[in-house]
């Protein structure tokens, strides 16, 4: 869960992916966002290159 995990009503997580710098990470995160099957009130959020992760 993320430190604030509910938020504004809303359930939070993170995930924090390390890869080496040689390794596009847009693309894998893209591909594996295409094949999550989310509910309709569910809403998927990415940030790559958090400022803060809280």
Avoid: N
Wanted: charged letters at 30%; hydrophobic letters at 45%.
């Amino acid at each position: 869960p993320a430190p604030l995990a509910l938020l504004r009503g809303r359930h939070r997580r993170r995930l924090l992916l390390r890869a080496r710098r040689t390794i596009a990470v847009q693309p894998i995160v893209r591909r594996w966002l295409s094949m999550v099957k989310t509910g309709g009130s569910t809403r998927v959020d990415v940030d790559i290159d958090p400022v803060s992760f809280l």
